[in-house]
T-cell receptor
Framework: NAGVMQNPRHLVRRRGQEARLRCSPM?????VYWYRQLPEEGLKFMVY????????ESGMPKERFSAEFPKEGPSILRIQQVVRGDSAAYFC?????????FGPGTRLTVT | DAKTTQPPSMDCAEGRAANLPCNHS???????VYWYRQIHSQGPQYIIH???NNETNEMASLIITEDRKSSTLILPHATLRDTAVYYC???????????????FGKGTKLSVKP
């Protein structure tokens, strides 16, 4: 059973471009979480999704950020018009119900 | 804000037991204690969780005091690969899918030294 997959592992975007981060959960897991870790800081929850539904997006910035977890395919975290402050490691986790299993993260650098 | 208090850092000699404390004096009756760790630049890794009884798995043991206001994670024979930041988190389990995010504090940076 493969672990949580995230791609790309590293992503460089210029200010104003869009960033798309993908997360493939472990087989059989229907819960996906996204977290962000700014440099030298702790992980912060962003959004919790189940298939085709957003359950909790209380940690998502109100603008430019969106997330989806379609019936088929990976979960996508989308950041529009990136700014330098979006530079961070973005981790997704999947869960069968309770324990969360994290992917290796996507490191986004905005130049 | 995290509901737990942990020392910012600890050292441990390789091969010895690492005992990581966590205070959670405001824990509610239906909240469990979870431990995760993050090895440098990697995604966090689930270690163990428990409600009130001591728990043990292949990675670690979790000792929870009788009043549940504190707990200790024990790595019985620490290796250099156990060097990581260890997070103690209290939360209600996500059974039913209505909630579930983890609230990470600053954790304890454990350095295992040869």
């Amino acid at each position: 059973n493969a672990g949580v997959m995230q791609n790309p592992r590293h992503l460089v975007r210029r200010r104003g471009q869009e960033a798309r981060l993908r997360c493939s959960p472990m087989k059989g897991h229907s819960h996906v979480y996204w977290y962000r870790q700014l440099p030298e800081e702790g992980l912060k929850f962003m959004v919790y999704l189940q298939k085709e539904n957003i359950i909790d997006e209380s940690g998502m910035p109100k603008e430019r950020f969106s997330a989806e977890f379609p019936k088929e395919g990976p979960s996508i975290l989308r950041i529009q018009q990136v700014v330098r402050g979006d530079s961070a490691a973005y981790f997704c986790a999947s869960s069968p119900e309770d324990e969360q299993y994290f992917g290796p993260g996507t490191r986004l650098t905005v130049t | 804000d995290a509901k737990t208090t942990q020392p910012p850092s600890m050292d441990c000699a390789e091969g010895r037991a690492a005992n990581l404390p966590c205070n959670h004096s405001t824990i509610s009756g239906n909240e469990y204690v979870y431990w995760y760790r993050q090895i440098h630049s990697q995604g966090p890794q689930y270690i163990i969780h428990g409600l009130k009884n001591n728990e043990t798995n292949e990675m670690a043991s979790l000792i929870i005091t009788e009043d549940r206001k504190s707990s200790t994670l024990i790595l019985p024979h620490a290796t250099l690969r156990d060097t990581a930041v260890y997070y103690c988190i209290v939360r209600v389990p996500n059974y039913g899918g209505s909630q579930g995010n983890l609230i990470f504090g600053k954790g304890t940076k454990l350095s295992v030294k040869p």
